[in-house]
C-alpha cells in the first residue's frame, strides 16, 4: 500500500505529534508498504512574491539535504521525506491512503482525496488550542475517515456525529528505549516535570506546585526539560536540561519519584507516559488523554482543572506516602506496558487498509 502523511509543516525540535507519525512511517516501511511524509513551507499559499520566493529556497534545500528536515528523528531511509511549498492536491504524492495530521492539513487532504486515495484524518489532539474553535470543528466534519488516538477525541467525533467515520487506534510506547533503571524505593523527594512555553501546557503551575511541594518537604529537588533554554522565571533549586537526548531523558526520568502533568488538554500525553514507564509516580489533572493511562488511586493521582492548585500538596502527599507511591509507580508502568507499537501499526495498517480498499472498489464500480 502506499501511505502519505501531510504534516503542517516542518519541526526542527521533538515534537509529540511528530514522533508519532514518523514512529509509524518508520514501522510502515518495516512491514512493506511505500511511505511518503510531506512537509509544506506552508499550508497556505505564498501570499506574496517574497513569501514564494522562500518557499521555492527552503523546498531546493531541503531536497537537497532531506536529512535536515527531522534531523532529531533517526528515520529509515526507505521513508521518503518530501517537502512543498503548500499542499495543493497536485503537489502531494499518489497514494492509496493519504492522512492528514492536523487540523491545518485537513482541507487540503479532503480535496485531494478524491483522486489521491482515500482520505484520512489522524487526530492527535483538540487542536482548539491552535485555531478557533469552529474552524478546528468544521475539519472534523470534513468527509475524512477519522482516526483518534485516544477515547476522549472519540467521543467528541461521535459527539459531533462522527462516530460511524472515526476509528480509535491509540498509540505505541517506546517499551525498548523507556524502562527502570533506578528502583522506585531507592529513589530520593525528587519532582519531574515537562517545560512546554503552550499556555496550555500549564508550566507556571507546575513551577508553584514544585514550589509548594518544597516549602512542605525542603529536602525535596527538581527537575525540568524542554525544548527552549532555562526559562528565566524557573526557581534556581529546580535543574533544567534543554534538549535531553534518549539516554539522558532515559536517566532524567529514573532519578524522579514523581512527575507532575498540569496541561488543560492532551490527546495523550506522551512525557507523563515515558515517566511512569521509567518507575516515576504520576500527578496529573484530568486532560482528556490522560484517561487512557491515569486512573485516580490505581495509577495516578488525578485532579480536575479546576483543582490544578493541588498538584504541590499532592506530590507532597506522595513523597510522604511511600506505599501509595509505590504501588502506583508499579500499576501505572504495568498498564502502559500494554500500548506496543506491534499492535498500534496493525491497528492502523487494518484501518487503512480497509478504507483505502473500499474507495478503490467505489472508484472502479464509478468507471
Partial sequence: MRIAFLLPGQSLKPAGGYKVVYEYANRLVGRGHEVAVVHPWDCAEPGSAYDALRARLWVARLRRRPAAIAPWFELDERVRMEVVTHPAAAKLPAADALIATAWHTAPWVAAAAPGNGAGFYLIQGYETWDGA??????????????????????????????????????????LDRLGVDIAPAARGPRLGALYNTGPEKGSDELIAAMEEARARRPDLSGVMFGTAPRPDHLPAWIEYAMLPS?????????????????????????????????????????????REYAVEGETALVLALEEVGRMGECAARLLDDEPLRLRLAASGGERLRGFTWERSVAELEAALAGAAGAAAGAAKAAR
Wanted: proline share 3%; hydrophobic share 40%.
Fill in 246 to 290: 534518549k539516554p539522558e531523558l532515559r536517566r532524567l526520568y529514573n532519578s524522579c519519584a514523581v512527575f507532575l502533568q498540569a496541561s488543560r488538554s492532551e490527546g495523550w500525553g506522551l512525557p507523563a507516559c515515558e515517566a511512569m514507564l521509567c518507575g516515576c509516580a504520576l500527578v496529573t489533572v484530568a486532560n482528556g488523554g490522560s
Fill in 133 to 174: 474553535v469552529e474552524e478546528v470543528r468544521a475539519t472534523w466534519r470534513l468527509s475524512l475517515r477519522k482516526l483518534v488516538i485516544s477515547r476522549w477525541l472519540e467521543e467528541i467525533a461521535e459527539e459531533m456525529g462522527e462516530g460511524e467515520r472515526t476509528v480509535r487506534v491509540p498509540i505505541g510506547m517506546d
